[in-house]
C-alpha cells in the first residue's frame, strides 16, 4: 500500500511533468522557428550560390557563342581583304592534302573492301549480287565516302590546327606575328581554313574512287569478275543526284572542320595543358559537327 | 674591362643629346578582373637610351610593354609613341607605329615551323615589301653576324640552343631595324656567361642601330650592363627612379633586396 504521502508526491511529479511537457510544447513552439529561420537561410545561400554558379555557366556559354560569331565574322571579313597570303595557303593546301594521301588511301580501299564482302551474303540471298557495284558505289559516293573520310580528316587535320595553333599561342608566336605588322588570322586562319574547304572535298573524291577499287578486290574474293565490267555496273547507276550533294557538303566539311580547328587553337588559353585540351576538343566538335551537317545536307538532298 | 669600355662607349652620346621623348606613358591603369595590375604608372623613354625595368615577377612588367605595342588594351591613361596615342589608335595605325617598334618576347617566340632564315624573312617581307631577294638575303647576314650567330642560317629554332634562340630572336627583332625596342626580360633561363653575352649584344645593338630602349629584367647583372636610367615597379606604380649608381647608395629596403 502506497502511503497518501507517495500518493501526493506521485501526483504532484505528475503534474510537475505535465507542466514541463507543457513547456516543453511552448518551447517546441520557439525552436522550431529558429531553427526554420536557419533552414530558410541556408536553403536561400545555396539558391543564391546555385544562381551565381548557373548564370556563370550561362554566362560563358553566351561569350563561347559571342567568340565562334566574332571570330566566323572576322575570318570572312580577313578572307576579303586585299593582303591574301597565297603562299602560305598553298603550303597548307600541301600539308592537309598531300600529305594526307597515305591515310585516307587506305581508309578508302578498306571502306570499299568491307562494304562489299559484308552485303554480299544478303544480295546474294535475293539473287540481286549484279546489283553490287552499283550499291557499293552509291553508298559510298552518297554518304560512306564524304562521312568516314571527313570524320578521319577531323581527327587528322583539326586535331594537328588546334594544336600547332595553340602552341604557338602559349609560346607568344601569335603575339610575335602580331607585333611584325602581320595579321596572324590572316596569316594562320584563313589560309588553313580555305585549305581544308578545297582540300578535304578532293581527298573525299579520292577515296571515293579507291574504295570503288578496293570494292572490286573484294567482289573478286568470292566471285569473279573484271575492273571494267565491275566500274560499268558502279557508274551505271551514279547519276548526277548523286555526286552533287556529296561534293557540295564535303565542301562544307572541310570548313567546319578548319574552322573549328583553327577556333580551338587560336583561342586556347595560356600553359601546356590547354594545348592538349585544344587539340582534344577540335576533334570531337569538328567530328560532332560533321555528323551534324551531314544529318542537315541528308535532309536537304532528300527534298530535292 | 671590356665591359667597361662598351659602357663608356655607349652611355657617353646617349647622355649628350638633347633628350627627346620616344615614348610618354602616363596615368597608365590595367587590370585583369579584380586584380589592378597596373595604377596610375606615369614614365618617359628618351632616344637613345636603355631604360631598364625593374620589378618582382608579378609586378606588371611584361603588361606594361604588351600595352606599349597595343597587345593588350590598357583600361585607362595614355601611352604616347612619336607623339602618337597608342591606344586610341586604328588598327592599320597601330600596325604603322608598331614597324618602328621591336619587341624580343621572353620566349624568343621563333617560328617553329620555320627556319631561322625564313624567322628573319618574315617581318622584313612585310614590313620592308620594297626590297628584293638580294637585299633581303644580305641583310639577313648582316644580322646574323652582328648576333655571332651566321652559320645558324638553315637550322631550326627546335636545333638551337637557349642562348642561340635568344640571339637570334634579337635579330629578328633588329632586322626591320626599328627606332625602339622593348626587351621582355632577355637573360631570363640563361646561364651567367650567356646572360652577360646577350647584355653586352643589348649595348652593341643600342649603339649600331642607335635605338631606344625598354628592358623589362630582374636580373641585376644584366640591368648594371645596360641601364642609362632604371626605374622599379612596385604594386603597379613606379617606385624609384634613377641611374644604377643611385639604386646600389640606396638604403630603401625594398631596392636593397634587389641589389644584395
Redesign the interface.
Known amino acids: 500500500m502506497k502511503s497518501i504521502q507517495t500518493k501526493i508526491k506521485e501526483r504532484f511529479r505528475t503534474r510537475c511533468q505535465t507542466i514541463a511537457f507543457k513547456d516543453y510544447h511552448k518551447m517546441k513552439i520557439k525552436i522550431p522557428v529558429a531553427k526554420a529561420k536557419e533552414i530558410a537561410r541556408v536553403h536561400a545561400l545555396k539558391l543564391s550560390e546555385n544562381t551565381i554558379a548557373k548564370t556563370e555557366i550561362a554566362n560563358n556559354y553566351l561569350t563561347d557563342f559571342a567568340d565562334v560569331i566574332l571570330f566566323i565574322v572576322r575570318f570572312i571579313k580577313e578572307t576579303f581583304s586585299r593582303k591574301f597570303e597565297a603562299k602560305e595557303f598553298f603550303r597548307q593546301c600541301f600539308s592537309i592534302g598531300y600529305k594526307s594521301l597515305p591515310l585516307i588511301s587506305v581508309t578508302g580501299f578498306i571502306m570499299g573492301f568491307v562494304l562489299t564482302i559484308q552485303s554480299r551474303p544478303s544480295l546474294v540471298r535475293f539473287g540481286a549480287d549484279t546489283l553490287l557495284p552499283g550499291m557499293v558505289a552509291v553508298s559510298l559516293i552518297r554518304e560512306m565516302g564524304p562521312v568516314i573520310t571527313a570524320l578521319i580528316c577531323a581527327g587528322k587535320i583539326a586535331s594537328g590546327m588546334g594544336a600547332?595553333l595553340g602552341?604557338?599561342k602559349v609560346?607568344?608566336?601569335i603575339?610575335?606575328?602580331?607585333?611584325?605588322?602581320?595579321h596572324p588570322m590572316r596569316f594562320l586562319v584563313v589560309t588553313r581554313v580555305w585549305a581544308a574547304t578545297f582540300m578535304i572535298p578532293l581527298l573525299i573524291l579520292y577515296a571515293d574512287g579507291l574504295g570503288i577499287i578496293g570494292s572490286w578486290f573484294g567482289a573478286n574474293i568470292k566471285g569473279d569478275v573484271s575492273l571494267v565490267l565491275f566500274f560499268s555496273q558502279a557508274f551505271s547507276h551514279i547519276g548526277f543526284i548523286d555526286l552533287l550533294p556529296a561534293v557540295v557538303k564535303s565542301f562544307f566539311f572541310g570548313s567546319v572542320i578548319g574552322l573549328v580547328g583553327c577556333y580551338k587553337g587560336y583561342n586556347a588559353g595560356r600553359g601546356t595543358e590547354s594545348v592538349g585540351k585544344a587539340a582534344n576538343s577540335a576533334v570531337v566538335l569538328a567530328s560532332l559537327l560533321v555528323l551534324i551537317v551531314d544529318m542537315i545536307a541528308v535532309q536537304i538532298t532528300d527534298m530535292l | 674591362m671590356k665591359l667597361d669600355e662598351t659602357e663608356f662607349l655607349l652611355k657617353e652620346p646617349a647622355k649628350k643629346q638633347t633628350r627627346e621623348a620616344v615614348i610618354e606613358i602616363s596615368n597608365l591603369c590595367k587590370s585583369f578582373g579584380n586584380q589592378e595590375v597596373l595604377k596610375n604608372l606615369s614614365f618617359t623613354l628618351y632616344t637613345g637610351e636603355n631604360l631598364v625595368v625593374l620589378g618582382k615577377s608579378g609586378s606588371g612588367k611584361s603588361v606594361l610593354i604588351k600595352c606599349i605595342v597595343g597587345l593588350l588594351r590598357s583600361d585607362s591613361g595614355t601611352i604616347k609613341v612619336f607623339n602618337h596615342d597608342v591606344t586610341a589608335l586604328t588598327v592599320n595605325e597601330l600596325g604603322e607605329i608598331r614597324q618602328k617598334i621591336g619587341f624580343l618576347f621572353q620566349s624568343g617566340a621563333l617560328y617553329d615551323s620555320m627556319t631561322v632564315k625564313e624567322n628573319l624573312e618574315f617581318p622584313l617581307r612585310r614590313i620592308k615589301a620594297h626590297l628584293t631577294q638580294k637585299e633581303i638575303n644580305a641583310k639577313i647576314e648582316e644580322v646574323l653576324e652582328n648576333v655571332g650567330l651566321a652559320n645558324a642560317l638553315n637550322k631550326m629554332p627546335s636545333q638551337l640552343s637557349g642562348g642561340m634562340r635568344k640571339r637570334i630572336s634579337l635579330a629578328r627583332t633588329i632586322v626591320v631595324d626599328p627606332m625602339i625596342i622593348l626587351y621582355d626580360e632577355p637573360t631570363t633561363g640563361l646561364d651567367p656567361v650567356t646572360s652577360d653575352e646577350i647584355s653586352l649584344l643589348i649595348n652593341d645593338v643600342q649603339k649600331k642601330y642607335k635605338t631606344s630602349s625598354i628592358i623589362i629584367t630582374h636580373d641585376i647583372e644584366c640591368a648594371r650592363t645596360t641601364a642609362d636610367r632604371l626605374i622599379m615597379l612596385q604594386d603597379g606604380e613606379v617606385y624609384a627612379e634613377g641611374n644604377i649608381a643611385e639604386f646600389e647608395k640606396s638604403t630603401d629596403k625594398v631596392i636593397k633586396s634587389f641589389f644584395k
Open positions: 600547332e602552341s604557338m609560346t607568344e608566336q603575339e610575335a606575328m602580331e607585333v611584325s605588322s602581320t
